[in-house]
């Protein structure tokens, strides 16, 4: 059957769709992923904003929003029993009402469609337990080419079990009986050491549920985790191994963890460059990322949006180049929105020149990959050589990880 995850297919008998938001020391995004997650072509059932001893000011912030907000269906808990996200997001899903529950975190900007297209997936298929789709970064260039291929990565690499659909928890969402019939099974993870959307995509499939793909189900997520240290983003890729360790019945052909080490260097040093550019025009990543679609739906109710003057131009440029970065990397791929611009069009960088921005991201890629190569020979020291991935004659990797983790 093919999906059709439309409005007028789905209306009559659509599901309720409960967005989850864990939350600790969010204040600088959390209004914007709540207006992301409001301004949505089918309103959500409710939003729920779960607050864990965060010591800044979200939950003033959130408070005040609902104040300034009464109509919207925000809801503000407290999980402050146990630090962590795991109980907090288990609060969040326990204490839900919707028949669907999309799980999603505090910096994260859903697409206009997105509670639609959620909706469609569950009233479609009876037997979808849980969904997922892909993300691009808001608050870094190209966005359109990294969208496609976060697609891509996502539909080859992200699977467990023979091809069954990992779950991501920057964008997921899953059945209500689904969750409640796993969530006293789903492991705590008190030693923080794994990665708990997988662990909780194990669970399902251990289940027999059934968890699927969607390309219209699409995010926006910060790039912010490319900003750490290499020894912390190494262990961070660490969660996989460790996630599937702890679920020994389950395993994986390929290794998504490649892809994000191929990606570390270059994107841990076009980050700070970018977010330079971005502070010196005040462009604000996340308002900017699906304001057009925002716009579009604005009209489409009603609203001329006349009391903003040069909305019709704004709504047209999406002004997201940084100069310099060509400098950076030469083989480095941007959309068609205008990445590049005249180094002269734009100053407030850290760095004396662009060029000399682009000089300082240039060292800090070559201190990554450095890091990058050293802990692939740690770890060839310490399980011996690595095999390179390799394909078989109808295309499919012929290097890949059997079913007792060892390599063909």
């Given at each position: ?5 439309g409005r007028?297919h789905?209306?009559?008998t659509?599901l309720?769709?409960s967005?989850?938001?864990?939350a ?9 992923c709540?207006d ?11 939003v729920?904003?779960v607050d864990?001893?965060s010591?800044d000011n979200?939950v003033?912030?959130v408070?005040?929003?609902?104040r300034e ?15 962590g996200l795991?109980p ?5 899903l ?6 669907v ?5 505090a ?8 509670v639609?297209v ?9 037997d979808?337990?849980?969904?997922t789709g892909?993300?691009t970064?808001y ?7 990294a ?17 069954k659909?990992l779950?991501?928890g920057s ?9 409640h ?5 789903v492991?705590?993870?008190r ?15 251990g ?5 699927v793909?969607s390309e219209?189900?699409i995010?926006g ?15 961070y890729m660490?969660?996989f191994k ?8 389950h395993?994986?052909?390929?290794k998504?963890e490649?892809?994000l ?10 980050f700070?460059?970018?977010q330079?550019?971005l502070?010196?025009?005040?462009i ?5 990322i699906?304001f057009?679609?925002?716009a579009?739906l604005?009209?489409?109710e009603g609203?001329s949006l ?5 909305i019709d131009?704004?709504v047209?440029e ?11 990397n ?6 068609d ?11 407030g960088?850290?760095a004396?020149t662009?060029a000399a921005?682009?000089e300082?991201?240039?060292d800090?890629?070559a201190q990554a ?5 050293a802990?692939a020979e740690?770890?060839?020291a ?7 991935f ?5 295309g ?6 059997t079913?007792?983790?060892t390599r063909?």
């Open positions: 059957m093919v999906a059709v995850y007028a789905i209306l009559g659509m309720k769709v967005i989850i938001i864990p600790w020391n969010e204040q600088d995004r959390i209004i914007d709540l992301n997650a409001l301004r949505q072509t089918v309103t959500p059932h409710e729920i904003v864990n001893r010591t979200t003033a912030i408070e005040q929003y609902m907000h009464p109509q919207a269906p925000v809801k503000l808990l407290h999980q402050d029993e146990e630090q795991i907090t997001r288990n609060f969040g326990n204490a839900a009402t919707g028949d529950l999309g799980r999603v975190d910096d994260c900007m859903l697409k206009p469609d997105w639609e959620v909706a469609g997936i569950f009233t479609e298929d009876k979808a337990m849980g969904a892909p993300v970064y608050d870094m260039p190209a966005r359109r080419i969208l496609r291929g976060d697609d891509s990565v996502r539909r080859r690499t992200f699977r467990a079990d023979g091809g659909v779950l991501f964008n997921m969402a899953l059945r209500a009986t689904a969750w019939a796993i969530a006293n099974e492991c705590r993870d030693e923080d050491v794994m990665h708990e959307d997988i662990d909780i995509s194990l669970h399902l499939l289940r027999g549920f059934k968890t793909y219209r189900m995010c997520i910060s790039a912010r985790r490319m900003d750490t240290s290499f020894k912390s983003f190494r262990n660490k969660r460790n996630t599937f360790a702890a679920h020994p019945q395993w994986r052909e390929r998504s490649h892809t080490y191929l990606m570390y260097p270059w994107l841990h040093a076009l700070p460059v970018y330079q550019y502070d010196s025009r005040d604000n990543p996340a308002l900017r699906w057009r679609e925002q579009k604005a009209r489409a609203d006349d009391d903003l003057p040069g131009e704004f047209k999406t002004p997201s180049g940084v100069p310099g970065i060509n400098m950076v030469d083989g480095i791929i941007f959309d929105e205008g990445d590049v611009e005249d180094a002269a069009t734009a100053d960088l850290t004396e662009p921005a682009a300082d991201a240039k800090g890629a990959e450095h890091d990058a190569v802990a740690d770890d060839e310490a399980n011996g050589p690595a095999i390179p390799a394909t078989d004659d109808t499919s990797d012929a290097s890949a990880d079913a007792d983790g063909n």
